[in-house]
Every structure is written in structure tokens, then in C-alpha cells.
């Protein structure tokens, strides 16, 4: 009689008053970082604390409009602000638990409620693949736990009278009545959420790459910079204002700062452009990370079938039972079992619970690690439900014609042995009944999106949990190539499965945790994996892998977790997603050297006006031969509109390794003929009696023509588009030198400097065109010669 009282759940008056006293569960945990956190730490870091300084000393001399530099520093912080407040709120509502309704039993009704609004003592009803909103107690029924969210463990848990539940679970099979435990913060998926709940580092290879530089120009930039001032002010006697200018200038070139501002905002508009179609990019560096995938693992069901399960035909493999009485038992077994996945949805909708429904006892859901269900059956004995190659070795010619059609198969089977729920072990007496066909169509484009991913060189593999053959006609239906690379995982120790995983295509009979060893296998091979599924077994691969991404129609457990979520829950939108990446990538590894030149001649220049002062005489001393000005204009037409454009290009070739290695070496020519350039102007006008303006203009000239070289190489092979973005960069250029010449400290080419100019940059251009060809051909080599290898 107490038992009934109980399971009537909370009166409604009770409910209130466990509100009152604050025993909801509701749960707001602080984040590791507040507002004015993340504010420090995107302004006050050593690369604005240089560039402040750098601004305040122009300030201290009245250098106005040199100062221009500083609201490109600001833009930079502020976006780096806002780009993590984004991802703080993400953060925030980071939960282990999702927000789907709970069924709850008040006053012996049922009611659906949100999972904060569950109350300590409430009494939850939970079925297979729902999350457990709040730790709790079983007080009916059985059910199977997958815990992997917690503890990280694939194998499942039984759950039993008297057995607690953790929050943060899900329950692979059977159906519960608990009773709840610890509400909000004494949650156990609420404690493990504050471990959680921290703000991830940046993984980014591009602002490691570039951190890499800070880091170093970092160390040697105040030294280098007080070197500079005082040697034109003590020794080359220029007015202090000339003085904090000119070395001003050779320290902000050291900095490279476009191009972290370019790289965050081209992952802003792939972001954007992926949710227009209807892709969420739950985390913004994600989208770098697709670039680099070279492996994607795909889940066949859903991804590339429907995941629409249809029973086709029934095949009746005894002659102990009619069809008809065969149908009745598959009718009794599915009405009361409480599967709810989509091949028991397909039965159930096939042979619906009849009226009079037989008595069962000791069910076992259906389990994706063992690959069966079971249950006592009244007057038949126990009755299961699962993988035909499992429940019998026996040869099924049925068996064989459905698999090659690429059908699902399950097998109906009897056995007189009692069920074990302790030791979940088939009886060694079991009798096929029935063999059940059932079909998934393919999902229509499937085939011609496996065929451009691998045009693109990705590698595919297909893992499912159905049997391999099965799997093996679906993809040669689908146009999978590799459809004959085919392993059935049920019975291979792990070290096997290591083994064949890199030269396997399709593996069958995987369970959770044979589908995270094989992401573990690809990822020490040096391979970068994306691994797309939609099911609560999929959840140790998704965490695995180096991007995750999972349809909207999955489970809230992949939802969750996942890296990207397809909104459509298609398939075919995966190429134009790791291509995205892939364009952000390429492009701004296309346009890092014309960033890069700045920093490399800066360098140089820097060291060759300290080491000038061995000349022993004043006049021979050399100062830095730019102004911040001059740099910022310029910047405009070489680093700022011309690589902004090309960020947003198409570009779907394979990510090439070694993004910082390059890019120097492609910026170092570009650099050195900078050096060279202010150098010979500096020699040849002195020598030639040339005004301090007429050098500096030739050594402006010759900069900025010097920059178009490497924005030229960016904009191979031209067409209409790329020819005018040059065309405005380079009349942008000089209508700039014409009408701010006061501003920028320089004059018009006259007949002294024109000339010189002409033939320099006449040279340049050739030597450019002549390293930039051997640097390609240098490139090609290598890239043939790791094709090889590979």
C-alpha cells in the first residue's frame, strides 16, 4: 500500500513548497572568465602593451598623424572582445544536460516539464535515449545506462531497482520510474560541468604560427627600440621628435597585426556563410580545423541512407510456426518492449501491439554492444530479437540474398533457457524463428558526394553497427569505391582492429568503444579526422575526433558535443562544409607572405641602423628610412583591401603543412629587396647630392611597388576580378602619394628619382618573377615527393 502511495509522485502542494525552499533544479554556475576578464586579456597583452607604448611616445612628441596605426590595434582588441564573449556565452550554456522535456508523476499524473523545474524527490519516467535530467533513484523497472559523457567508459550500465542514475547519462535501453536525489548544483553532471566550464584555448595553427613570431619580436623589440632612439638622438643628433618616429616605425613593422585581425575575421564569415546554410559552427576554430581533415568517418545510417527503416519482407525459418503466429509474436514483442530506435520504430509501425497482448517477463532492451534484445515470453519461453550472425551461426540463404540487396537484417529466435540479467549472456540453446528484412534507402546525391570527396582527397570509411556485408552493398549502391574493404568488428581484439584500421574502408559490427579506437588509430597514423553520426554510440567517436559532426535529427547527446551541427540533417552538405575550411586556410596562407615582408625588412633594417654606428662618423649613422604613416597608407592597398578580397575566394585545394615556414620563405625576397632598395637610395642619393626628400620619396615609391609584387603573386592566375582589384590597389596607391604628400613626407618621382626608380623596380620585378617561379617549382617537387611516400 506504501509502494502505491509513493508512485503517485508529489502533490502539487508539496512541489510548491520544495520551491519555496530552493530545491529546484535550476543552476547557474559562474564561468573561468567574467566580462572584464576577457576584456584584460584581449587588451592587456604584451602586443598591444608594445604598440601602446610605441603610440604614447608619438603622443609625448606630438606625432599625430602617425598615431593612425593605433585604430587598427583598437579594431583588433575589440574583435578579439567580442569574439570571445561569443564563445563565454556558448561556454554558459554549456550543460551536460539538455533541454528536453522530462515526464514527471505528480498527484498520479503525468506531466511534462522542463528539466530546471524538477523539484528534489520528483518522481521521473525515463525511457531509452533520453538523458537523466537529475540524479535519481530506480525504484521500477530496468534499463542499461551509457555513461560515456561522464566518464569517458563505452560499456553500459545496468540499472535496476534500487540502483542510483547520474545525471548527465543516457539510457541506451529499457524504461525506468526513479525517483530524484540531488537537484542543481549537487548534481553530479553539475560538478562535472564546473570542471567543464572553462574557456578553451584557441586551436588555431594560423595564431599559433603567428603567436610564435609575437613571441620573439616580443623580446628583442624593447632593446632594439631604445638602441634606435638613442643613436639618433645622441649620436645622429636628430630632433627628439625625428628621433621617436623613425624608431617607432622599425618597431611596428616587427608586429605582425593585420594578419591576426584578417584570420578571425575570415572565420567570422565562415561561420556566417555556414549558417546560411543551415550549419551551426558551434565553435568558431573549428572551421580551421576542417581545413586540415584529410579523413572523414561516416555513420551509415542516416548519413548515407534516409535512416527511413522499412520492414520489406518477413522469412519464416521454421516450420514450428505459421507466418501469422510469427507476426503475433513479433506484435507481442514489440508491444512491450520499449525500444525506441528507428529499425524498432519500422517493426512496430509493420506489426503494430495486439489487443490481447501475451505476458512478458525479464526484458532486455536491444543494446547496440551486444547486437540483441530478449524477453520471457508466456508459453513460448524466451524470445529474442537481434543480429542474425550473433544469435546463430547458422547459414541463412535469406541471410545472404538480404545482405546482398544491402537490406538490415534482424532474426526473431526462441530458446527454453531463462533469462540472467546480471550475466547477459546467450543461452547456448537458441532456435531461429524468422528472418526480418529491412530496408533504408539511399539518400539521394550520396553518391556524388562520396565521389567529390574522395576527387578531393579525403580518405572515407564508413563504420556501422550492422553487419558488414550489409554495409558493404549499400556503399557499392552509393558509389563507394573502397566497397570491397569491408572487416566485421564483433569478434577482433583491439589490437587487431588497429591494425586493419588504416587500410580498411568499412567496418561492420562496431560497437561505442571500437568506434573511438579506430578515430584514436587514424588520429596517431597523422591523420586528421572529422567523424559525422547522430546516435548516443556515437558519442566516444565525436568526442574523438578532431572535428565532430552530427545531424539535428540525432540524438541531444550529439547535439551537444558536436563541433558542427547539420540543421538539415543532410549529408550532402558536408563537402561545401570541410571546403569552407578549407578556403579560410588556403587563403590566408596565400596572402601570410604579402603580411610578412613588413616583419622580415623591418628586422633587417633594424640591425643594420644599430650595426651602422661602427662606421664612427654621424653622418654615416643610418635611421630607419620610413615613417609610421607611410607604413599605414601603404598597408591600405598591399595588406588591407587587396587580402580582405581574396579571403573570400573559393579555394578547395588540399591544406598544405608548414603554414608559418612558408610564408616567410615566400616574404623573405620581398623583404630583403625592401632592405636593398632603402639602402641604395640612401648610398646613391647621398652620393649623387639628392635632398632628404627626394630619398625618402624614392624609397616610398619603391616600397609600395615592392608589396604589389607579392599581392601580383596572390592574385595568380589573374582574371577580370583579381586585374581590377590590383588596378584600384595600385591607383589607390598613388593617388595617396600624390595628394598627401605633406602628410606622408614626400614628393612627386622628379627627373633624378624617376629614372632610378624605373630601372629598380624593373630589376625587382624580374628577380621577383624569377625566385617566385623557383620557389613553385620547389614547392611542386616536394608536394610530388610526399605523394609518393604517401
Not at 584555448?201 to 616580443?218: D, Q, V, Y
Not at 601603404?634 to 579555394?651: A, H, K, M, Y
Not at 620585378?765 to 613553385?776: E, K, N, P
Request: one cysteine or more.
Amino acid at each position: 500500500m506504501e509502494r502505491k502511495k509513493q508512485l503517485t509522485g508529489l502533490t502539487q502542494t508539496q512541489v510548491a513548497e520544495k520551491v519555496a525552499q530552493g530545491q529546484t533544479n535550476h543552476f547557474t554556475a559562474k564561468t573561468s572568465s567574467s566580462n572584464w576578464e576577457i576584456v584584460k586579456r584581449n587588451v592587456f597583452t604584451l602586443f598591444n602593451a608594445l604598440n601602446f607604448l610605441i603610440a604614447l611616445a608619438l603622443a609625448a612628441v606630438q606625432a599625430w598623424s602617425n598615431m593612425v596605426f593605433f585604430a587598427v590595434i583598437s579594431f583588433n582588441a575589440i574583435t578579439g572582445i567580442i569574439t570571445e564573449l561569443r564563445a563565454k556565452r556558448m561556454i554558459d550554456k554549456l550543460n551536460l544536460m539538455t533541454k528536453e522535456k522530462v515526464t514527471v508523476i505528480r498527484e498520479g499524473q503525468k506531466e511534462m516539464i522542463d528539466p530546471e523545474d524538477i523539484v528534489l524527490g520528483d518522481l521521473v519516467q525515463l525511457t531509452a535515449g533520453e538523458q537523466i535530467p537529475s540524479d535519481a533513484l530506480v525504484l521500477e523497472g530496468f534499463a542499461e545506462a551509457n555513461e560515456a559523457m561522464l566518464t569517458g567508459e563505452s560499456d553500459l550500465v545496468l540499472k535496476e531497482e534500487g540502483d542510483a542514475l547520474l545525471s548527465g547519462s543516457f539510457l541506451a535501453s529499457g524504461q525506468v520510474l526513479a525517483q530524484v536525489t540531488h537537484v542543481a548544483a549537487d548534481n553530479y553532471a553539475a560538478k562535472l560541468m564546473l570542471e567543464a566550464k572553462t574557456l578553451k584555448g584557441i586551436n588555431s595553427r594560423i595564431l599559433e604560427s603567428l603567436n610564435k613570431i609575437a613571441g620573439f619580436t616580443g623580446k628583442i623589440i624593447i632593446p632594439c627600440g631604445l638602441a634606435l632612439f638613442f643613436e639618433a638622438l645622441l649620436i645622429k643628433q636628430l630632433p627628439i621628435k625625428a628621433s621617436v618616429v623613425t624608431s617607432s616605425t622599425a618597431l611596428l613593422g616587427m608586429l605582425p597585426k593585420g594578419i591576426a585581425l584578417l584570420t578571425i575575421t575570415s572565420l567570422l564569415t565562415a561561420v556566417i556563410k555556414l549558417g546560411m546554410r543551415k550549419v551551426l559552427v558551434q565553435e568558431m576554430y573549428s572551421v580551421e580545423t576542417l581545413a586540415h581533415v584529410d579523413t572523414l568517418c561516416l555513420d551509415k545510417t542516416g548519413t548515407i541512407t534516409e535512416g527511413k527503416m522499412t520492414v520489406e519482407q518477413v522469412y519464416p525459418l521454421t516450420s514450428d510456426y505459421t507466418p501469422e503466429e510469427i507476426a503475433h509474436i513479433l506484435a507481442n514483442y514489440m508491444g512491450a518492449s520499449e525500444d525506441s530506435n528507428p529499425t524498432a520504430q519500422a517493426i512496430r509501425k509493420k506489426f503494430p501491439a495486439p489487443q490481447n497482448q501475451l505476458e512478458t517477463a525479464n526484458i532486455i532492451p536491444f543494446s547496440s554492444d551486444r547486437k540483441w534484445g530478449a524477453m520471457e515470453m508466456a508459453g513460448l519461453g524466451t524470445i529474442f530479437l537481434g543480429a542474425p550472425e550473433i544469435l546463430s551461426k547458422e547459414a541463412i540463404a535469406e541471410l545472404d540474398q538480404a545482405q546482398e540487396r544491402g537490406s538490415r537484417t534482424l532474426a526473431l529466435a526462441q530458446s527454453p533457457a531463462k533469462l540472467d540479467h546480471q550475466h547477459m549472456t546467450l543461452p547456448g540453446e537458441i532456435h531461429l524463428l524468422a528472418l526480418l528484412e529491412i530496408t533504408d534507402p539511399i539518400r539521394q546525391g550520396a553518391a556524388a558526394t562520396l565521389e567529390y570527396l574522395r576527387s578531393q582527397d579525403v580518405d572515407l570509411k564508413i563504420i556501422s553497427g550492422d553487419n558488414p556485408i550489409t554495409v558493404s552493398n549499400i556503399a557499392a549502391k552509393a558509389g563507394f569505391k573502397d566497397y570491397a574493404s569491408y572487416v566485421d568488428c564483433s569478434g577482433l581484439a583491439d589490437s587487431e582492429l588497429e591494425r586493419l584500421t588504416l587500410e580498411t574502408a568499412i567496418f561492420g559490427r562496431v560497437s561505442p568503444h571500437q568506434k573511438k579506437l579506430i578515430i584514436q588509430t587514424l588520429k596517431k597514423a597523422g591523420h586528421t579526422t572529422a567523424m559525422t553520426g547522430d546516435g548516443v554510440n556515437d558519442i566516444l567517436a565525436l568526442r574523438e575526433a578532431d572535428c565532430s559532426i552530427v545531424m539535428a535529427e540525432g540524438d541531444p547527446a550529439t547535439r551537444q558535443i558536436a563541433n558542427l551541427v547539420l540543421l538539415n540533417s543532410d549529408f550532402n552538405d558536408v563537402p561545401e562544409i570541410l571546403f569552407e575550411g578549407r578556403r579560410v586556410v588556403n587563403n590566408i596562407a596565400r596572402i601570410a607572405p604579402i603580411f610578412l615582408i613588413k616583419t622580415v625588412y623591418s628586422f633587417i633594417l633594424t640591425l643594420i641602423c644599430i650595426a651602422s654606428i661602427v662606421l664612427g662618423r654621424s653622418e654615416w649613422l643610418l635611421v630607419f628610412p620610413f615613417i609610421p604613416i607611410q607604413i599605414t597608407i601603404i598597408d591600405q592597398f598591399v595588406e588591407g583591401f587587396p587580402p580582405f578580397v581574396l579571403t573570400f575566394e573559393r579555394n578547395i585545394k588540399p591544406v598544405e603543412p608548414r603554414f608559418l615556414k612558408k610564408a616567410i620563405f615566400k616574404a623573405l625576397p620581398s623583404g630583403i629587396m625592401v632592405v636593398f632598395a632603402a639602402l641604395f637610395a640612401r648610398i646613391w642619393g647621398s652620393y649623387h647630392g639628392w635632398s632628404d626628400l627626394d630619398i625618402a620619396t624614392l624609397s616610398y615609391y619603391l616600397l609600395g611597388s615592392i608589396g604589389f609584387l607579392s599581392v601580383l603573386r596572390a592574385c595568380l592566375p589573374l582574371n577580370f576580378w583579381r586585374f581590377l582589384l590590383i588596378l584600384w590597389s595600385i591607383l589607390g596607391f598613388g593617388a595617396t602619394a600624390f595628394f598627401l604628400q605633406k602628410l606622408l613626407e614626400i614628393s612627386s618621382l622628379n627627373s633624378q628619382t624617376l629614372p632610378v626608380f624605373l630601372i629598380l623596380i624593373t630589376l625587382f620585378t624580374l628577380a621577383f618573377g624569377l625566385i617566385s617561379h623557383w620557389q613553385a617549382k620547389r614547392e611542386e617537387t616536394a608536394r610530388n615527393s610526399s605523394q609518393k611516400e604517401a
